[in-house]
């Protein structure tokens, strides 16, 4: 299905924080190419503030009669993560794309079903994961492909911000049931999908996980070790406890140490480059970025998006491109509740792992400084978690 010629005619769910401040500002950027037609939201009030707002012209309160009455082509879904299989799964099967904001799904069997309605030339179901379409990233995928920077050795990959308890206190957070696991799940993901996209496939990883601080369900900081299929060797840790907050990405290769630095969001700015000791000049010179400094916000991907639309292709994080952070993230929750490493691959149906993020573990949390399973010595992956202190 491919749409060559006229606006593309977009649905927004879910009208909360993130529609508001950050996609329908990215639509309004591109309103040559788009029309925003629609918007749902269960809440009346905020859908009816919403659509005044942004001149949306038709508002509902069911997804069902939006997608039955508005004609979209593009649905971009911002709900909270424990709806995101079903609406997307709905909007597919309705015959339009979707791009959802992360988690895409709570488990991998959720996102295996809500990708498995995609059909050749679409629509698709992909995912927002905008930090790898800024041109700093770009261009540092680009001399990572070409060996510019030589191998890749050493990889840290941290997502270190701070949530307080209030933040915790909006009733979907915090739980598996409903935002589906920690900081690697709410908070690192986007950093996660990014070393992925620059290192590619790993191998395995080992991990553990706490619930240290906060009164919550799930984890509020996770540390990881990776072996990736290059020989590299990683770090990842996700935090909601870290008062000085930083989201950070550095890459130690032969040649080069690439590193990103931000919290939120980068420009080309935040990436810098230091070569290794007698390293020729101008071969640093040729690490200099050419071309538009590119924030790593939505646009770039959303200008990405629309194109794959209109060509009817599937878009770059759809199916397994959009599959592999959450991948790695359960692996990791599999190694923090077994005490065990795990491969990439080993998460199949009929593993616990695979059909919830935590094994579908019950429990408060994972323990102050514990993070295993009772019985995880003896290889178990049994439901039991211990309680916090």
């Not at 598996?176 to 990014?194: K, Y």
């Not at 790993?202 to 996770?222: C, F, N, P, Q």
């Not at 102050?368 to 290889?379: F, I, K, Q, Y």
Request: hydrophobic letters at 40%.
């Amino acid at each position: 299905m491919s749409i060559p010629h006229r606006r593309i005619r977009v649905g927004v769910v879910g009208t909360g924080g993130i529609a508001d401040a950050v996609q329908m500002p990215a639509l309004r950027r591109l309103a040559s190419d788009v029309e925003v037609v629609a918007a749902m939201d269960i809440d009346p009030e905020r859908l009816a503030a919403f659509a005044a707002k942004w001149s949306v012209p038709d508002a509902y309160t069911d997804l069902g009669e939006m997608l039955a009455g508005s004609s979209v082509d593009l649905v971009v879904v911002c709900s909270p993560p424990a709806v995101h299989r079903e609406q997307v799964l709905a909007v597919v099967r309705a015959g339009a794309w979707a791009w959802c904001e992360k988690p895409p799904a709570l488990s991998l069997a959720e996102y295996d079903e809500l990708t498995s309605a995609d059909v050749p030339g679409g629509p698709y179901a992909s995912i927002v994961f905008q930090h790898r379409f800024g041109s700093g990233a770009r261009h540092a995928r680009r001399l990572l492909a070409d060996g510019a920077l030589g191998r890749p050795l050493v990889a840290h990959c941290q997502t270190t911000w701070y949530r307080d308890q209030a933040y915790y206190d909006v009733p979907w957070r915090g739980r598996w049931a409903s935002e589906g696991g920690g900081p690697a799940v709410g908070l690192g993901i986007h950093q996660i999908d990014l070393l992925l996209d620059l290192l590619g496939s790993w191998r395995s990883v080992k991990a553990m996980a706490g619930t240290l601080a906060r009164d919550i369900e799930t984890d509020d900081v996770s540390v990881a070790t990776v072996e990736f299929d290059n020989g590299a060797l990683a770090t990842v840790v996700n935090s909601a406890l870290s008062p000085r907050q930083l989201s950070h990405l550095r890459i130690d290769c032969e040649l080069a140490t690439v590193e990103l630095n931000h919290l939120y969001g980068y420009r080309d700015d935040d990436w810098t480059y230091t070569p290794s000791p007698g390293v020729a000049p101008e071969i640093v010179a040729g690490w200099k970025p050419t071309g538009p400094d590119e924030p790593s916000t939505h646009l770039p991907q959303l200008r990405a998006l629309l194109a794959d639309v209109r060509a009817g292709r599937p878009p770059a994080t759809s199916g397994t491109g959009g599959r592999a952070a959450l991948e790695l993230i359960s692996a990791m929750y599999r190694s923090a509740f077994t005490d065990r490493t795990v491969r990439r691959g080993e998460i199949v149906p009929g593993d616990a792992f695979y059909e919830s993020i935590n094994g579908s573990a019950r429990g408060r949390g994972l323990g102050r400084g514990d993070g295993v399973l009772e019985d995880a010595r003896s290889g178990s992956t049994g439901g039991r978690v211990r309680d916090r202190d």
